[in-house]
Structure formats: structure tokens, C-alpha cells
């Protein structure tokens, strides 16, 4: 037997590693079983070689919790350790790291996941152990070897009778890690970190129906025929699906398979995904991994942490930011890159070259995509729009490369449901909606129902108008606005039509200047000037007398707020409307010539409620004084 010290300067590195990396202990079982699976992988290469002249056949790794020994054995079937590289990996290699480690994170508190990144993986049993063994035998032809360590720098190495190649590893559970005696925990742990993991992983055993038992017809103690109870038979309980979709290629994969994995990824996820992007690149990177567009809600938050992140099948986290580009954490599936450390915190991982490009090319991937889709069956995208344009919105916002290959595929509905891309629209309104300054005019609408009449005042025009409802799109048409060239949008109601797009032709008032000076003072003794300013207009007889507006800018820049952006204390303004006379309605007219104060002052009040009753802007008692005025005036 063989006693030593292992080669670290601090009296005690293993108290420090459970301190620093406590709020993460839950990783010892994800390093040990990489480190098996490793193992194994290896033993398969090297057999593959003809390095290995063993029979590699058909390996599993077997995790077991004894309760009465408080002990979990975790056992591979790969390469083994000779006692010489017991030494060499256990009591050196490993530690090489350490004291790199200690220095760079005395001070860092909780920095989770940084075990790996030092080399330090095996030892993060010591999180939850107060004494571990390896019973080791490697596939060469050599003695097994036996090692312990209680935790001290101290530890054993001695033979061991064990026959069968590869390694067992045995955690003496501390009084404070009991919790991980628990199978349904460590059940969940395997299902959070392991369950792709590329070796089948065996705990414990399960029963099932004997699938080459065929059950005859019996008779029962009545004599009435049944069929005989089926057979059980015990086998190995499988926890993990070692060959996941993302490993396969896409060629070998129908569309039934990956819906399937979208169930497997989320069991509690009732809708089916609208479509996927199957990664696959191996220059200058690897990564793979299979991305699904869910139905998408209009709330931006609710929808994220749904990709999971793995490195070489190994779960490593689902906050994916800074890896994923923001817009797509709205995405679901999984990514897998050899490329991307295990075991690092997040802000070197966002700060690494290698990382920056796999976001990149996660980009380029993403539009490229939908641009085929959009190419091969328009009609089937057209109808997905609604519930993917958040997330293309968000990217044209967030993504300047998305942006420009956006052009491609997004789209822009208007309120009768047909869809153009922006070149379509373009040419399409360019002739009717371009105002007397040369200026493409953009009209849109966020509410069919409350904007109806303003639809309406547009399409008799033979305008078209778009129907843009999602919540960053005030954002959007800043960024549409300040990249095109002389365009502007305007949403129907931000003032009246002949307005929104000025021509040439400028309608005649039937009031003269002296009229309208009187209607004015009339109208701002009745109309509230702190809510309202009021705006004379020589419009068609047949439109609206009084209209309410808000202008375009102001709205924009409060919705910009509520959104994040925009110009600083917007939301905290008195909402400001703008209300429009049509000089030439017969009922304004009415107005001016009526005799009595009484009735102008009813007439006016009335109009105005009419028109703030059509923009949903008539509300509580206002509204219930309205209707019984309104009955009051039919009596």
C-alpha cells in the first residue's frame, strides 16, 4: 500500500472547494458521470485503433445509492486507471489547477460552475463526500488499484481484487449531502444533466411486460374464457436517450422525429412547434442542435430559458443569453458545442472568441431558414406570421445582420389579411401614399375595432393600410424610418387622413376667416384645453364633424417607453389629443348658428363625446351621463 500526499501547498484545499461551490453542489454527479462516460468513449476509440484488444460490446454506466452505507457508487465499463495513473491523473494532473483556482476565486464568493474549468472535476465529490474511493482496473493487462481520501491532502493507494475493466467510484455521503441518498433526487439530477448523455446510464431495474410472452385464452374459476395476465420481466432502467435528434443527421430525420424530440425535450408543452432549424457545422466550429419556433405570445419575458445548452451531450445550463443572441432566447430546443466550456462563468463565456461566433453563425442560420421557408410554401408562413413575429421583429431590432437579410422574409400585414415583404409594399402604395414633400407615407393600425372609422377614411382614399399590433413595433418603424430612404409611418388615427398624406389639392372651407375665428372661440370656451387642442379643418362634407386624434410622435414616444427606449419621463406625460372640426360638416355649421348657449354648448359637448366615444376614450361617469343625455335628447 501506498500513502502520500497529494501535491497542493494549502493545508486543506477541500473545504474551500465545498465553501466556493456550494450553491452548485448538485454538479458533483454531472463531472463524475462525464468523466465516466469519458471513459468509455475512450476505451471505444482505442479499440476502434486496435490500441485496445478488448472486447468493447455494449457498456453502460451504473449509478446505485446504498442507503443503510450512506454511500452512491457511480461504475463505468471504460478504459480503467493503472495504479501508476492513479497517480498521475488523481493525485497530479488534477490538481494542477488548484492553486490558479484558489487564487483567482478566494474572493469571488459563489462563482458557480468553475470546477472543470481547473481540471477539478473528480474532486467536486468532495462537495458532497466526506471520504471517496476509486476501485479501479484498466483494460490493460494490470492490477486493479484501490485509492481513498477522507478529504485531507492525505490519501491511499493500494491493489485491489477487482476482475471486470473500468472504474468505480464511491462517495461516503456527508451528514450535510444526505438529501443526495434520495433516489427521486438523484433520479432528477440524472434527468437534468445526463439525460442525452451519449452511454446509457442504468439506475436501478423496472418491470415490464415480457415482450416474447404471447398470453393464451384461460378459463377462470366460472369457467368463463380470459386471457392469462402478462408476464413481467426485470430489466435495467434506462434513464437517458444516448442518441438524441440533434446527434443524427438531418437527412435521417423525418418531421415526425423531431416532434417527437420536441416532446421529449418539453413533456409539458401541449402545442406543437410551428417549425425547426437543425444545426450541424463543424468549421470553424462544432456545434449542433436543433432549434423550434413555439407559438409566440406578444409578452416578451415569459417566453425565455427554454434552450437548453449541452457540451458533448452534457446538460451544462438553460440561460443561454449571451451565447444565443437575445432575440432567439425566445426559441426553444438545444445546442451542443465541444466548443463551449463546461465549466466557466457566464461573463467569460460571453466574453470568448469562440462563443461570439457560434452566436453569429446561430444568426445567419436562423434567417437563412426562414427565408426558405418563406421561399417554398409562402402561403404556409403567411399564415404562421402572428405567432413568429415577435421574435423576427426583436432580431430586425437587436441584430443588424438579421436585420439586413430580413428583408428577405418579414412581413407586413395589412387590415384586409393580405401580406407584402417591404419591396412588395413599396411599389405597391408608392404611388398613391408618396405626400407633396416626396415622402412615402406608411399608414398603419393597432386595433381594427377601436380605429375602424379611420380604416375606413383611408380605404375610401384606396390607401392601404397595414395592421401592425405587436408591442416593440414603435421601435421598429424608428429603426424602418432612420434606415429606408424618405419614408415615415403614421398609424390612421394620429390625425386626419387628407393630413397624414398632404397632396397638393387643398380642400375649401364653406366658412369664412370671420366664421371660423368665432367657431374657434366658441369651441375652446366649451372644450377643455388641457386634454384637447382644438384643430380647424376644410374637410369633405360627409366626413366626420369631430374627430380625435393623437399625434403620431408623442403616442410613439410613450409607447417606446412602456417597451424600454424612447425619450426619458414620456410615460409620466398628460396624455394630449388633438381634436378635429371639419369645417364643412352641416352639423358645424349647425353649430355656429344656433341662437341659444344652451343648445351650442349641448351640441358641442355632445359632438365631442360622439368622437371620444368612437377612439374608446369615454369611460365611468362620463360615459354614463353621455347615454342618459343621449336618451334625454331621442325623448
Known amino acids: 500500500m501506498t500513502k502520500g500526499n497529494i501535491n497542493v501547498s494549502v493545508e486543506n484545499i477541500f473545504p474551500l472547494i465545498k465553501k466556493f461551490l456550494y450553491s452548485d453542489h448538485e454538479i458533483f454527479l454531472r463531472e463524475l458521470i462525464s468523466n465516466a462516460t469519458d471513459a468509455t468513449l475512450k476505451l471505444k476509440h482505442l479499440t476502434r485503433l486496435g490500441e485496445a484488444k478488448v472486447d468493447y460490446g455494449n457498456p453502460i454506466i451504473e449509478v446505485k445509492i446504498d442507503k443503510d452505507a450512506k454511500q452512491i457508487h457511480i461504475i463505468d465499463q471504460g478504459v480503467g486507471m493503472t495504479a501508476d495513473e492513479v497517480e498521475k491523473y488523481i493525485n497530479q494532473i488534477a490538481f494542477s489547477g488548484a ?30 463526500a466526506h471520504k471517496v474511493e ?9 492490477p486493479a488499484a484501490h485509492w481513498t481520501c477522507d478529504g485531507s491532502p492525505e490519501f491511499t493507494l493500494e491493489k485491489a481484487d477487482k476482475i471486470e475493466r473500468g472504474t468505480e467510484i464511491i462517495l461516503h455521503v456527508a451528514e450535510d449531502s444526505e438529501e443526495f441518498l434520495d433516489e427521486g433526487k438523484i433520479r432528477e439530477l440524472l434527468m437534468k444533466y445526463n439525460k442525452f448523455m451519449p452511454i446509457p446510464i442504468k439506475f436501478g431495474t423496472k418491470e415490464i411486460n415480457d415482450p416474447e410472452f404471447e398470453p393464451k385464452m384461460i378459463k377462470d374459476k366460472d369457467g368463463k374464457e380470459t386471457k ?11 434513464i437517458n436517450n444516448p442518441n438524441p435528434a440533434w446527434t443524427k443527421q438531418p437527412t ?39 432549434l423550434y419556433f ?30 444565443v443572441p437575445e432575440f432567439l432566447t425566445m426559441l426553444r430546443g438545444v445546442i451542443d458545442s465541444p466548443d463551449i466550456p463546461l465549466n466557466v462563468s457566464r461573463s467569460y463565456l460571453q466574453a470568448d472568441g469562440a462563443v461570439k461566433k457560434i452566436s453569429s453563425y446561430i444568426t445567419r442560420k436562423v434567417a437563412d431558414k426562414l427565408k426558405s421557408l418563406f421561399n417554398n410554401n409562402r402561403e404556409d408562413f403567411e399564415k404562421k406570421w402572428d405567432d413568429i413575429k415577435i421574435v423576427i421583429e426583436y432580431g430586425m431590432l437587436s441584430e443588424e445582420k438579421f436585420f439586413e437579410k430580413a428583408d428577405a422574409f418579414a412581413l407586413y400585414p395589412t387590415v384586409d389579411g393580405k401580406y407584402f415583404t417591404y419591396e412588395e409594399l413599396y411599389n405597391k402604395i408608392k404611388a398613391k401614399q408618396t405626400d407633396k414633400d416626396d415622402k412615402l407615407v406608411i399608414l398603419y393600425a393597432s386595433d381594427t375595432d377601436a380605429q375602424h372609422a379611420y380604416i375606413e377614411a383611408a380605404k375610401a382614399k384606396d ?12 421601435h421598429l418603424m424608428q429603426k424602418l424610418e432612420s434606415t429606408k430612404e424618405n419614408i415615415s409611418f403614421a398609424r390612421v388615427d394620429a390625425d386626419h387622413i387628407d393630413n397624414l398624406i398632404k397632396k397638393d389639392d387643398t380642400s375649401v372651407s364653406k366658412l369664412s376667416e370671420e366664421e371660423k375665428t368665432k367657431l374657434d372661440e366658441l369651441l375652446k370656451e366649451v372644450i377643455p384645453s388641457e386634454k384637447f387642442m382644438v384643430q380647424l379643418e376644410a374637410m369633405d362634407s360627409n366626413a366626420s364633424p369631430f374627430l380625435i386624434t393623437q399625434p403620431e410622435f408623442m403616442r410613439r414616444m410613450k409607447e417606446m417607453q412602456q417597451t424600454g427606449g424612447g425619450m426619458f419621463g414620456m410615460g409620466n406625460m398628460p396624455e394630449m389629443y388633438n381634436l378635429v372640426v371639419n369645417t364643412n360638416s352641416e352639423l358645424v355649421s349647425e353649430i355656429l348658428n344656433t341662437k341659444t348657449k344652451k343648445k351650442q354648448e349641448r351640441l358641442i359637448n355632445q359632438s365631442l363625446d360622439l368622437a371620444r366615444l368612437s377612439q374608446g376614450l369615454l369611460k365611468g361617469e362620463e360615459l354614463t351621463n353621455f347615454i342618459k343625455r343621449s336618451y334625454d335628447m331621442i325623448k
Open 99 to 128: 492553486e490558479e483556482f484558489l487564487d483567482k476565486y478566494k474572493d469571488a464568493g459563489k462563482d458557480a460552475g468553475i470546477i472543470g474549468h481547473f481540471g477539478l472535476g473528480f474532486y467536486s465529490a468532495f462537495m458532497v
Open 134 to 142: 476509486i476501485i479501479t482496473k484498466s483494460f490493460k493487462d494490470e
Open 228 to 238: 392469462e395476465p402478462h408476464k413481467k420481466i426485470t430489466v435495467d432502467d434506462i
Open 252 to 290: 435521417d430525420l423525418e418531421d415526425e422525429d423531431y416532434k417527437n424530440f420536441y416532446r421529449e425535450l418539453y413533456p409539458m408543452q401541449f402545442e406543437e412547434p410551428l417549425f425547426h432549424i437543425h444545426l450541424n457545422v463543424d468549421y470553424p466550429f462544432n456545434l449542433t442542435g436543433i
Open 294 to 323: 413555439p407559438k409566440m405570445t406578444n409578452d416578451l419575458n415569459i417566453q425565455k430559458d427554454k434552450i437548453q445548452l449541452y457540451q458533448n451531450q452534457v446538460f451544462v445550463t438553460d440561460n443561454v443569453e449571451g451565447i
Open 463 to 474: 390607401y392601404e393600410v397595414l395592421l401592425l399590433n405587436s408591442p416593440i413595433v414603435s
